[in-house]
């Protein structure tokens, strides 16, 4: 025979336990009633999105070499610099440049003295040829004399018209705006006509380096617009498909596709992007993204049910197009414990046996955190 103050112990536990589950649920009567906006879970024709990784580049590389043979005197910039239109990138000594310029200069001054004696002669012999004092052949030499004379001076000319091009050439600019990718030489080296100096990345226009799946690359047409996101920066920027390289890597089975970015002063060559490569449409099962809610670390959403009543249940999402994100599964139903047993599996540790058999004797495959759960769960 059970303990007749053991048997009012747990008597006084119950009550205690139900008085305080009515303090906590209140009765229907008490309960605020809501106007809320709902949303239907159904499929969905979503579009198919291929994301991948890529690097920003430059459509058009620059090489800054010298025409002229010289010691670098100084070099204005360094890796990862930007420059603008008529920057000044590279100086390069003239000494030479400027003696070469000297030299021509003397020798222009000796053909154009070669040229007026040449002239004086043939003068001479013109006016002795109508005397006959002189012989036709010394007139014909002098002729010849006065045309390599002119021909001289006009070679010196042209030679001086080059070196003072070559003066032009001893400072080095930028043509367009750029970023300055390598630096081959430093100051004090011997810079040789056509040797590089330094390699330019033109900062406009960019594109975006993508490989795509040798399988996937028949869905992609030059001319299809793209939305590439530019590292963190959830706004995208549209970005146009100009080039596919159908001859995928022997190793990777990829190929290259080059995007086409809009003018951007922040862009730069070697930054990290990600672009949504449209590849097609499906049919999901989708929800908007408004509707999903978080408790205890578990994605889900506030269920409706026939007789009005609101139930949290987990999902399992997928992947996001706007306002919407796909639904990969759902939980089964799970069906809620009265307040006594909360109360008392919680408060108490009583154990689930002792809770069947309060319960009716129904068989329980467990307990958690308040929700029993059927056997066929």
């Avoid at 003072?164 to 390598?182: G, M």
């Avoid at 809770?355 to 769960?377: I, K, M, N, V």
Wanted: charged content about 25%.
């Amino acid at each position: 025979m059970p303990h007749p103050i053991l048997i009012l112990m747990l008597a006084l536990l119950i009550t205690a336990c139900q008085d305080d589950v009515a303090n906590l649920y209140p009765s229907s009567h008490d309960s605020p009633t809501y106007n809320l906006t709902t949303a239907t879970i159904e499929k969905q024709e979503l579009p198919l999105i291929y994301p991948v990784p890529g690097t920003i580049v430059a459509k058009t590389h620059l090489q800054v070499a010298s025409r002229i043979t010289g010691y670098i005197d100084h070099i204005a910039v360094d890796e990862g610099d930007q420059v603008g239109p008529g920057a000044v990138l590279v100086r390069i000594d003239g000494t030479q440049v400027e003696a070469a310029i000297r030299g021509v200069e003397a020798a222009i001054t000796s053909a154009q003295a070669e040229l007026k004696d040449a002239k004086d002669d043939l003068k001479r012999y013109r006016a002795l040829s109508k005397t006959r004092a002189v012989a036709e052949d010394q007139f014909r030499d002098a002729v010849v004399r006065q045309t390599k004379a002119e021909a001289a001076l006009a070679q010196v000319q042209a030679e001086l018209e080059s070196k003072r091009q070559d003066r032009k050439h001893i400072q080095l600019t930028s043509p367009v705006r750029a970023q300055v990718r390598e630096r081959l030489r430093d100051q004090g080296d011997l810079a040789s006509a056509g040797q590089a100096i330094l390699r330019l990345d033109v900062l406009s226009p960019l594109e975006l380096e993508v490989y795509l799946p040798s399988s996937q690359i028949g869905s992609v047409t030059e001319g299809q617009r793209v939305d590439v996101f530019i590292q963190s920066d959830p706004r995208p920027v549209i970005g146009e498909v100009v080039r596919i390289v159908r001859s995928a890597d022997s190793v990777t089975r990829r190929c290259k596709v080059r995007i086409a970015l809009p003018d951007n002063t922040d862009l730069t060559p070697g930054q990290f992007a990600r672009a949504h490569i449209l590849l097609g449409r499906e049919a999901v099962t989708a929800v908007p993204v408004s509707a999903i809610v978080e408790r205890a670390g578990i994605e889900g959403v506030f269920v409706v049910k026939e007789d009005g009543a609101v139930r949290f249940r987990s999902i399992r999402t997928g992947k996001q197009w706007q306002d919407y994100r796909e639904v990969l599964a759902a939980a089964r139903h799970v069906r809620h414990t009265t307040g006594l047993y909360r109360c008392l599996s919680r408060s108490l540790g009583i154990w689930t046996d002792l809770l069947s058999r309060l319960h009716g004797r129904r068989h329980c495959t467990g307990w958690r955190g308040g929700a029993q759960l059927p056997a066929d769960y």
